[in-house]
């Protein structure tokens, strides 16, 4: 064969023709897969069905397989059966096992490595010739990804993909023998294991009670509940790890099918290809394929007698963070399918008045191009769910079978494009110098790439690039590479393809966010290189991590200061409070042994035992440290220990986990909370310090409403709560509120306060999820440790207006609030004399980074962090998700911050 060409397709019917020549479509058993005559010889015999495991068939009403039975399955048919090999992706942030069965015939099962080997030749096109790739590409196996139930109460693939293995593993059908003999199947029955399992327990605990189908009171994992979805880039969480490994260092699949649920009262199931916009770094082949295979799914459900089916509506793929997104820029297929969902296992009753469509492809409920044959509603189960996702997958697995040379050959092409791209156009590679103003989050944005299985380069000697000099140690990031889109995706700006409901209509609301440029969030300098320039000599980098600083100065001194900048700056403070020393803060800039550190230095008494601690900390953080003789700089603020409370309300709430994995990554000891801790404890006792994540106040106060989950978890913080907050600050607590949770403060506390933005109407502001200018005031303690000029991400977020105090007249409140330039009320750092603060303010020009902003106007220059006080505590209004996904590191010092100046004294 020879150069090889992208696939072409002559008409829709030869999609529909070709993909009807898929899989036959047995009859019987449990819907479209059915369970097929075994096979002597290829040890089906001993293959146990899912209901004989189980004790029930999956889809049953009322019952669902544990993670505990559906591993102990896999193991079963993996052992069993010469079809199957079952393989370990990693353990999960509890502990469990994450796996995956390779299925496939039994002559490409002993033949594994040989596949992966070839597979991966064909991921990197640098190692083979067009020639070349066309040879391998007539032999080799298209390898299909299936991930299940990510979302873990989406919970129908879960229990689907018990069966698909069974019938798989037993099948003697030829179309199903033929599937096997071109793919090798990686399914995942589970990506979320943990959620899985505390599903299945809160199911089982409630089942026969009035709660069976109750909403669970904590998210379905650990820390981030449906959030685990939004972490593929960034690799925060053990499965998005785990995953990234097994995809891009190991099998790196050709297509990738993720399977989940949706809304009850709407289409019964979507297929690709997904709704606008795109993201047009990815090749387009990517969005032919989605749409091939995606039509032959489709193809398969109308075959099957499956109505509701709809594409081109609904989802898009604009944002690389979601598991199913993150590898398009690895020039991975990548399908979504979503099936509507009953109450978990028990049925739910949709009358046809109930169905509707959706401003996003399916403005009214009725028969159209992307959705032909409506499902006319009535009753909806989980085996209807466990129906629809086989046969989908049975269309799919046939497609991709028929399709296996050309799928094959567009993976080498995409990727061999991408290196041609890389070398003609710009940009021509990044650069992340080493010189930041915080390590720690420059490494980690390296080793996010890296994770990723973008190739970085260290430099080895000084090399001038865009005429600028750059030293040994940059990390260089050449754009011709196979994952140059995924780069550019995660590293460039964003100008979001602004959408309308109609012609001078409001704005389509993004199904997730506008902008992510990971620079901007992180707060780590990248420069873009647009022309080519003589690389240095180099060495692949394989892990950054975060240059060493020494301790200079005196070797015996007075005092020990060490730099407070960065994150690294805060996670100081608590290793050196750890090890039982006094820390306190400079107020203003002081010079060492001819090093200038800045106000918001750390300095401790000096000792043996603090020197081998700051020792410790310049050494593991890249804070230079340096020991100095005489009197201590004047002005310190002494940082007392914080008893921090987390607030986590009942109804659940994944800016409280994202926030409670970000104190124990940064080594914030803190106590969570719930509803009844507020309303009935003596809060000032025990704490110093209670955090509020973001939630709309109505759904912090009000909760879970009396009947809706089983009595100990209804009802929010409510009157009762509210007092609490309130006596708690009052009698001199510190009460922090991050976003929408801030309105609660402000009304709690009668703050001379108004949020410009929350009610405004789409017309008037709109900014969904993007990046925008912050402009913080460096004498500020809230903002020691920050650059003066860095990022906020801003999502339906909040501006605030200072409004005249009740106690004063206005012209005394602005006189206050103005008292040290325009943005501070302090008569001296750590003291809060005044009764508002302005810590932050949202750029007054150039004020989106990243994204997409209507209105800007009414935010530009406005309050975006506050500090108020309030009898003799305070209130810290953070108007934005400082932490948001554990993403944005530029501003996660403004979190530690508000924790670190509880109690501050001079």
Known sequence: MGAMRPLRLHGVCALFLVALAGLTLPTGGLGPIALAARAPGTGSESIPTPEASFGFKPGTEGRLASWTEISKYFDTVARASDRVELTEVGVTTEGNRLIAAIVSAPENIARLAAIREANQRLADPRTLSPEEAARLAADQKVI?????SIHADEIGATQAANELLYHLATATDPSTLEMLRNVVLVLMPSLNPDGHTLVVNWFEKNRGTPFEAAPMPWLYHRYVGHDINRDAFMMNLAENRNLARFFYTEWHPQVFLTMHQMGSKGPRFFVPPNYEPIDPNYDPLIWREAGLLGHAMALELEHAGK????????FDYYWPGYEDS?????????????VASARLALPVVVAPSELSGSPHGLPQYRPQ????????????????????????????????????????????LMGKRAVEKGSATGPFAFLIPPDQYDPHAAAKLTNLLIQGGVEIQRAEEPFRAGGVEYPIGTAIVVM????RAYVKTLLERQDYPARRL???GPPERPYDVAGWTLPYQMGVTVTVVDRPFRLPMTSRLERATIPPAEVGGERRASYLIVEGRGNGGAMAVMRLRAAGLQASWTST??????????????VVGDSRRARQSVQRVARELGLAASGARGKLPSGLLRLQPVRLALYKPWVRSIDEGWTRWLFEQYEFPFTSISDQDVRRTDLGARFDAIMLPDAPAERLIAGHAAGAVPPEYAGGLGEEGITGLKRFVEAGGTLIALDSSGD?????FKLPVRDLVRDARPDEFFCPGSILRLDLDPAQPLAYGMPEHTAAFFAYSAAYEITAPRETTEETAVATTRSRGSATGHSGPGELTAPIQIVGRYGSKDLLLSGWLEGGDRVAGQAAVVEARAGLGRVVLIGFRAQHRAQSHATFRLLFNAILTTGIKR
Do not use: M
Not at 480 to 483: D, K, M, V
């Open 144 to 148: 299909v990804a299936i991930g299940c």
């Open 744 to 748: 609660l403060a402000i009304n709690a």
């Open 480 to 483: 011709a590479q196979p994952y």
């Open 589 to 602: 800039d002081t010079n060492v042994s001819r090093r200038r550190f800045a106000r918001g230095s750390i």
């Open 369 to 412: 191009i992307n959705f032909p044959n409506p499902w006319p509603g009535g009753t909806w189960t989980l085996a209807d769910i466990v129906d629809y996702d086989l046969t989908a997958v049975k269309g799919l697995l046939g497609a991709a079978s028929r399709y296996r040379e050309s799928l094959l050959q567009n993976f080498y």
């Open 307 to 314: 109505s509701g089916v709809v594409s081109n509506a609904l």
């Open 326 to 338: 993150a590898p398009l820029g690895h020039n991975t297929v990548c399908l979504l399918t979503e």
């Open 502 to 504: 109609a012609p001078q």
